[in-house]
């Protein structure tokens, strides 16, 4: 509406007509239609004041669409005061045939920041966990989406910083982007759900902001160093770099998760 604030995060499309907006601003989830006519396309929210905390704000955050459900992560930063995290940060559970919030899981972490990634193959969900910034509630947690638990799995001092974007495969495992408490330097390591952890990229190498890996076994990590900005990319098996600089991208990758991987079409992929 006119004046409303809303800094937005996420988008969930449910369908060609209906799609969620979340808005860090905002207590609530937007349903907008995209087929309809601007003037039209507002056709109401959810409602998730209930897990604000005293600023009146959940900030409201990144989603996903599984199971028949949309899960919301749900950061809980205290704008009266720090900024940081108020205990508990919550996955919301949406019913999106109701356009309600039908529970809320609490989370071992605190401060749920970018997208909540599915396990290949399972319900269950894993978030990076920021915390305040100074390592206490990071880390990777698990959200188990049949029985509405949630723990974390893999601490920052396990991880060797504080996880800001992370990969995962259908093994459990990936490519973690970490950030160290105090100098905020960043650095990726492997990592598998299960507790095994080894170091890819050292701490300092890069401004870092995002990794991801393609179908080619290629590690693409986003490079925001001020004098050459762009994109890096690295052979995910042995971590050694492919490309002699950065590939340009005039302004910074943004600040979190701007990577976004397409999967090529049939067509695309034969004609290269």
Known sequence: GE???CNPQDLAFLSACKVYVTCLDQAFVTILDPSAPLSERFQG???LSSLADADALPELSHMA????RVYLSVERLDRLTSWGPVAPSYVAILDPGLDVLEDAIALEGTNPL???RPIPGSSELV???AGPWDGTGAGLEIIRTQDRTSSLVIGAVELGGIPTAFTLDSGGCGFALVTEPG????GVVRFCLDGRI????????LEASDVAVDARGRLWVTDRRILAPGVRLYDAASCAELTSEAIPTGFAPGFTNP???VPRTAEAAGAQ
Not at 65 to 68: D, E, M, Q, T
């Open 183 to 186: 100098s905020f330097d960043t």
């Open 65 to 68: 669409h599984l199971g028949g």
């Open 3 to 5: 004046g409303l604030r």
């Open 259 to 261: 990577l976004l991987l």
């Open 127 to 129: 978030a990076a966990m």
């Open 114 to 116: 970018g997208p909540l």
């Open 45 to 47: 929210e959810v409602d």
């Open 198 to 205: 080894s170091d890819c990229l050292p701490l300092g190498l």
